[in-house]
């Protein structure tokens, strides 16, 4: 367990890295139609952004000595990660084809592991200008008008000055709402929205990119998300805790266990999330 003062040195530290890359990916965005793509080994498009993003949350992370584990950084064999007691777990910018499709569903997730457990979490959605933090039994919070800033210098007292625990308060009731991937979508995901269905006749879909989908769930504006594709432990480790501590829960399919991380194969098995108002 972290103290106090280590843990109020950390937050900003990730926030400032997450607001930071969003500046330098929302520069790139601007000029997408010019970007240069790239194909990595696991065939998913690698972009410019992605690999700025990545160097300005190394540069921020790399203050804290603490190592990085990052989709965009080099392979890291497991026998070199397989002990680590604490680490970064880095996602620079997921939904790389939602950016490229210019739908501005992306996002940067950073999450800080302690014995390969999420501790604290921040996701920035720079487009809309939205940061979520959680840390571990301490809530989850949203702040809104986080302008991307390359310079972003918060503090740990400026991060929790404003900020709105969530999930937030439902002005007025509204049908069950199930959230499905815009861009990765199976046989497999209609059969558990089928099923659903069948216990909310009146549910709503709604297509959503990148861990901004856990975002939702945990502000109480989406109630379930299935995933039945690839995804990797960057993709869900920060989104997974921001869930958590608003009062939801994110179980593996179809054996419904906690997601594991920094496992010898990065990969996640399918999953589903809830939010807390089903639970």
């Known amino acids: 367990m972290l103290t106090d003062d280590i843990r109020a040195y950390l937050l900003p530290r990730a926030f400032n890295a997450a607001v930071r890359a969003g500046a330098e990916i929302m520069k790139v965005y601007k000029s997408r139609n010019d970007c240069d793509i790239t194909v990595k080994s696991d065939k998913t498009p690698l ?7 990545h160097d300005k949350i190394k540069e921020v992370l790399g203050q804290t000595r603490i190592p990085i584990l990052s989709e965009e950084g080099r392979e890291m064999r497991y026998d070199e990660r397989r002990n680590w007691e604490l680490f970064w777990l880095v996602d620079p910018l997921d939904g790389t084809i939602e950016f490229i499709k210019g739908n501005n569903e992306f996002t940067v997730n950073i999450a800080l592991m302690s014995d390969n457990v999420g501790i604290g979490a921040v996701i920035y959605v720079p487009y809309l200008r939205k940061a979520y933090v959680a840390e571990q039994n301490l809530g ?14 918060y503090t740990y007292d400026e991060i929790c000055t404003g900020r ?6 439902q002005s007025a009731p509204r049908p069950f709402r199930i959230a499905v991937s815009r861009s990765h979508q199976t046989p497999e995901t209609a059969e558990f929205v089928e099923k659903m269905r069948h ?13 901004y989908k ?12 299935p ?11 920060a989104a997974e805790l921001i ?3 608003a009062g939801g829960l994110t179980r593996s399919l179809p054996d419904h266990q906690p997601l594991q991380y920094n496992k010898e194969d990065l990969h996640n098995p399918w ?6 108002g089903i639970l």
């Open 271 to 276: 999953f589903e999330c809830y939010g807390k």
């Open 140 to 153: 989850a919070y949203l702040l809104t008008d986080i302008a991307p800033d390359a310079e972003a210098d």
């Open 164 to 169: 709105v625990r969530l999930p937030l308060a």
């Open 227 to 237: 995933r039945t594709t690839h995804t990797s432990e960057w993709d869900t480790a």
């Open 47 to 53: 972009i410019m952004a992605d690999r700025v993003a």
């Open 243 to 245: 869930l958590k501590e």
């Open 199 to 211: 216990l909310h006749p009146d549910a709503e879909i709604v297509e959503q990119g990148s861990s």
């Open 214 to 225: 856990f975002c939702l769930l945990a502000e109480g504006a989406i109630d379930y998300y």
